[in-house]
């Protein structure tokens, strides 16, 4: 893993939170970006090198909305940027982690995802995320 890719925070409202960030960070979301898959819309800000995605269900089963009807607003995941997505899958589950995802799927911001289960790591959801454009 080469280093953190982004922190995502489960939020009710994304316009409300995008308008609260934007307070903090003092810069405004540079990307909105809906997920049909995983039944999200995300908004992304950088925060120097780093970057916070916001998340937002936009159906009831999907995995925000439970999160949230489960723990509340806050912290979802800690995405970590990796070179061959497939190759950390396979070596994170020789090491004895669950992978959620056998196979990386697309996801927000131009980047291939796969999620390791929290259960494996001391509670915290693990995203691997690679550049699509790493994998041409």
């Known amino acids: 893993m080469d280093k953190i890719e982004h922190i995502g925070i489960a939020v009710k409202n994304i316009e ?4 609260l960030f934007a307070k903090l960070f003092g810069e ?4 909105m970006e809906d997920v049909e898959s ?9 925060v120097g090198n780093n970057k916070i995605e916001l998340l937002e269900a936009t ?10 009807a489960k723990k509340g607003e806050g912290i979802h995941h800690i995405a970590f940027d990796v070179k061959d997505i497939e190759a950390e899958i396979l070596r994170l589950k020789s ?14 911001d131009n980047k291939l995802v796969a ?13 691997l995320c690679q550049e699509i454009d790493d994998k041409l």
Do not use: C, M, R, W
Not at 16 to 19: E, I, K
Not at 28 to 31: D, G, L, T
């Open 28 to 31: 405004p979301h540079y990307k």
């Open 59 to 68: 159906n009831t089963d999907s995995p925000i909305a439970k999160f949230i």
């Open 95 to 108: 090491e004895g982690f669950v992978v959620l995802n056998e196979v990386p799927k697309q996801g927000a």
């Open 16 to 19: 409300n939170s995008n308008a």
């Open 38 to 46: 995983e039944g999200v819309k995300t908004s992304f800000f950088k």
């Open 115 to 127: 999620f390791l289960h929290p259960k494996s790591a001391n509670g915290v959801l693990i995203e």
